[in-house]
């Protein structure tokens, strides 16, 4: 996608932007609504305290001269093993780049609160369309949803047997690059929607498919 450079390797993923973009997130660090040149995930143990997210971060950004404002996750995913996908129709494209790690599998409304680790399934979504925040907002409850069905039809169970919705601390974010079609909605069947649903399933598809073969 024009404007965004994505590096990947085993210490992290660094997506950088040619200029200030607007984010909504539940990042570790710079969640919420905000303005960013990037967005970072950083492989971290497990092991980590939250007191030394932020840390860990700035670390990451100041190795690899990261613009500020950048917005960070933690996973403990393998990040070397990400998948990037994009989808495109009626001139809205959207790129998609997930780390994918299953080890502590959850059933939301279901399972109790727990303490906080570096979240394992990470999606990052950068829309090429011009968006209102309500769309941002929609986008990743459709990204949510996406997650939830593939891991479904995988078949990803919790360890008691319970279909999994997901991992005890995942994190979305998505960006606009304020170019091309205005988006008033981002759910599931509108334009915006639908296009971060197919970017976004089909990078968790293969990210669900890698790790489970890793894992049998």
């Known amino acids: ?104 599998r959850v059933a939301a409304g279901r399972d109790r609160a727990a303490a906080w680790s570096p979240s394992t399934i990470n999606t990052i979504v950068v829309v090429d369309a011009v968006t209102e925040a309500a769309a941002l907002v929609n986008a990743v409850i459709t990204a949510t949803e996406v997650k939830t069905l593939a891991l479904m039809s995988a078949g990803v169970r919790c360890d008691d047997g319970r279909l999994a919705s997901g991992t005890s601390t995942d994190a979305v974010v998505v960006a606009a690059t304020g170019r091309g079609p205005c988006c008033r909605f981002g759910g599931p069947v509108s334009d915006l929607g639908a296009v971060v649903a197919r970017a976004v399933r089909e990078a968790l598809g293969a990210g669900i498919g890698r790790w489970l073969e890793e894992h049998q």
């Open 1 to 104: 996608m024009n404007g965004v450079e994505i590096e990947i390797d085993g210490e992290g993923i660094a997506l950088r932007f040619d200029r200030l973009l607007p984010v909504v997130s539940s990042a570790v660090v710079g969640g919420g609504f905000t303005s960013a040149r990037a967005v970072v995930n950083v492989h971290v143990p497990k092991s980590l305290r939250l007191e030394e997210t932020e840390t860990q971060l700035a670390a990451f950004a100041d190795r690899r001269r990261v613009p500020a404002p950048w917005v960070g996750l933690l996973t403990s995913a393998w990040t070397e093993k990400a998948r990037v996908a994009e989808a495109e129709a009626d001139g809205i494209r959207a790129l998609a780049v997930v780390t994918v790690g299953l080890s502590n």
